[in-house]
């Protein structure tokens, strides 16, 4: 705050000096002062703004009085920099304080836990998911027995990390006292331009309750069954590019953005009823909301990107596109329904559903639809783009891949398609077009989905404890400081406990059959790919249907291959190796690109079954 007080008033200053200086002056000091302003905009304080503020008052001591500019520096360093420092100094030992009996990797005063953190980091390769790191780590360290451990990294992160290793003390966080846990504002930050302020997925209290109340409806077991057909015919359309691909040399370059077409294809009938046809065409809504998303690669609160200004243009540019597009859509729907409400249960789209149900409780039907309401929905629109296009890709993607590597799962899956959806595989489709229930007819593959979600999950819950003396219980019994801390419910850690999940790192899907697993029952909270808890995900029964019928349209029609080494011989490339990714997907290891996707959307061969 005294940093920001200082730097207006020199801002000011600045300016009313303006006019007596030569013109080359003034030029420079309005580029300082725009600079200044974008910093400010884009929320970096501290002493990311103490720099250059210093910078500009040596700057303006020397041109506008021809002096050395050290009086104003030292005054600066006096008036900004000592305070920060002692600021700094104070939390510094505060964390190292708190943290060094926590349990965790070995604790350094000078560096917290950074120095281990780097070195176990160095044995990946740099684009790793950060959750394939904290499992290693736990394992590495012997940490599951805590059922959590805290990462010190101050001042990279201003608060600790608490990364939760069981799903009894995920349970403690996001069953039973959800509120006392609120999402971290980080996941507003970095997704924000993303998906708008007023995303679901970012909101609290009564206005989460009312929009979760109020989308629910469309994601209900009946409407999605009614969406099977329109499934169904997306799917079709995967098929003939599978089939056209096939028919050439086979080679596909990225399987990730195939699928990723299919589900944005999907999503956008079952939320709005319009066809994106992003499989067919390029459509400006779907690639600025992609586009957007994929900007989004962080979740600590320092990163060095947030001052990259291009970025946060291209962000600004495809939100604007996105907006203008989507309000155009969800006016033309409000007016229809307006007219004609009944069409929301005949369309079944679920934004259709959801505002039917808003005019209802008689929300501006008189008056016409708001700016705030049309906002409201615009912004959840993006939200659920987001949330349901790329994590459902990245799931069809690794079961084509994990089928493609287990045979006698694929044989399990293709008999039981045989079985339920008749022995011609071109007949599949309107098998199910014409008994949508047939969908949710194959357990076995539901079992393929679930395991290929519990190896692969694509997406955590980030919380964070702001009530003070906020605890947590380990499995060690000890009762951990939870207050300020940003907690990780780390699914991908607790679903690779092999005192939960034996074999954790084998594709098994008979496990999730009771009458057919090797292994005991499944802990009541150890499944958490949707995490669970008020807060779960609203898509994950559309995300399970879709995925089954992507499998269940093509396993029987084509055979797939891992193909890293085709793409890198296009690329003319030689990967570097590293044996610890050996357990973790090898050369398809989680990347972080918006959800923990495969490395490169993982390249396979596909050809046509004989
Ligand atoms: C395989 C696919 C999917 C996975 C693994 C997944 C995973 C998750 C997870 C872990 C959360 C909790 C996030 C948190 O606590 O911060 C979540 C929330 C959410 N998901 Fe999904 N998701 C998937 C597909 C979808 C789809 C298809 C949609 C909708 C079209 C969707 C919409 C949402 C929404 C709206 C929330 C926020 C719920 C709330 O805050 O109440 N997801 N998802």
Redesign the pocket.
């Known amino acids: 705050m005294q940093n920001s007080t200082w730097v207006a008033s020199s801002v000011v200053e600045n300016l009313i000096e303006l006019q007596h200086l030569p013109r080359h002056v003034t030029a420079a000091r309005v580029i300082i002062v725009v600079a200044f302003l974008g910093l400010v905009r884009l929320k970096v304080t501290n002493l990311s703004l103490a720099i250059p503020a210093v910078l500009l008052a040596a700057y303006h001591e020397r041109a506008l009085y021809q002096k050395d500019g050290i009086s104003t520096v030292k005054y600066s360093v006096l008036g900004v920099l000592v305070p920060w420092l002692l600021t700094f100094g104070y939390r510094f030992v505060a964390m190292r304080r708190r943290c060094r009996q926590l349990p965790s990797v070995p604790h350094s005063f000078v560096l917290g836990h950074v120095p281990t953190m780097a070195k176990e980091t160095m044995k990946f390769p740099g684009d790793v998911h950060d959750h394939v790191i904290m499992t290693h780590i736990a394992d590495t360290y012997d940490l599951r027995k805590h059922g959590l451990f805290f990462i010190d990294s101050y001042p990279i992160m201003s608060e600790p990390l608490m990364v939760i290793l069981s799903p009894d003390v995920s349970a403690q966080v996001?069953q039973n006292q959800g509120e006392q846990f609120p999402?971290h504002p980080v996941?507003n930050e970095s997704f924000g331009r993303a998906i708008g302020p007023k995303g679901?997925?970012g909101?609290e209290g009564e206005q989460?309750k009312e929009?979760?109340t109020m989308?629910n409806p469309g994601?209900s077991q009946a409407n999605l069954l009614s969406m099977v057909p329109m499934m169904v015919e997306e799917t079709t359309i995967f098929v003939s590019r599978l089939s056209k691909l096939a028919a050439g040399d086979g080679f596909i370059e990225n399987t990730d953005s195939l699928a990723a077409a299919v589900?944005v294809d999907i999503?956008g009938q079952?939320?709005l009823g319009v066809q994106f046809n992003a499989q067919t065409t390029s459509n400006d809504l779907v690639t600025s909301v992609v586009r957007a998303s994929h900007l989004v690669k962080t979740f600590t609160n320092f990163d060095i990107r947030k001052l990259n200004a291009w970025r946060y243009l291209k962000l600004r540019y495809y939100e604007a596109i996105s907006n203008t597009k989507i309000t155009e859509i969800l006016s033309a729907r409000w007016t229809e329904l307006a007219t004609a409400p009944e069409k929301a249960s005949s369309s079944g789209a679920?934004f259709d559903i959801a505002m039917a149900k808003y005019m209802k409780r008689g929300g501006s039907l008189q008056t016409g639809v708001t700016k705030d309401f049309l906002e409201l929905m615009r912004d959840?629109v993006k939200?659920?783009?987001f949330?349901?296009?790329d994590?459902?890709s990245?799931?069809i993607t690794y079961a084509l891949w994990e089928l493609s590597r287990h045979p006698k799962s694929l044989r399990k899956a293709r008999e039981e398609h045989d079985a339920v959806l008749g022995s011609d595989p071109n007949e599949a489709g309107e098998r199910i077009t014409e008994d949508p229930r047939l969908a949710n007819a194959l357990p076995y593959t539901t079992a393929i989905v679930k395991e290929t979600?519990r190896l692969w999950?694509?997406?955590?819950?980030?919380?964070i404890s702001p009530r003070e003396g906020t605890t947590v219980v380990g499995l060690d019994g000890v009762t951990y400081p939870a207050d300020n801390c940003m907690i990780w419910?780390a699914?991908n850690c607790t679903m690779k406990d092999a005192n939960i999940f034996p074999s954790p790192y084998e594709f098994i899907p008979e496990r999730h059959i009771p009458d057919q697993t090797p292994f005991g029952p499944i802990h009541k909270n150890a499944y958490?790919?949707?995490?669970k808890g008020?807060?779960?995900?609203?898509?994950?029964e559309?995300?399970?249907l879709?995925?089954r019928i992507v499998l269940a349209l093509t396993l029987r029609k084509f055979d797939f291959k891992e193909a890293y080494d085709e793409l890198d011989r296009r690329l003319g490339r030689t990967p570097k190796e590293f044996p610890v990714l050996e357990k973790v997907g090898g050369r398809a290891y989680q990347v972080l690109f918006t959800?923990a996707k495969g490395k490169d959307g993982i390249p396979m061969w596909v050809s046509e079954r004989k």
């Open positions: 996001l999402k996941l679901m997925v909101q989460w929009l979760r989308f994601f589900t999503i079952a939320l679920i959840n939200t659920f783009i949330a349901g296009h994590t459902t990245t799931i979600l999950t694509p997406a955590g819950s980030v919380r419910s699914n958490r790919p949707f995490e008020p807060r779960d995900c609203l898509g994950q559309l995300a399970m879709e995925t959800a």
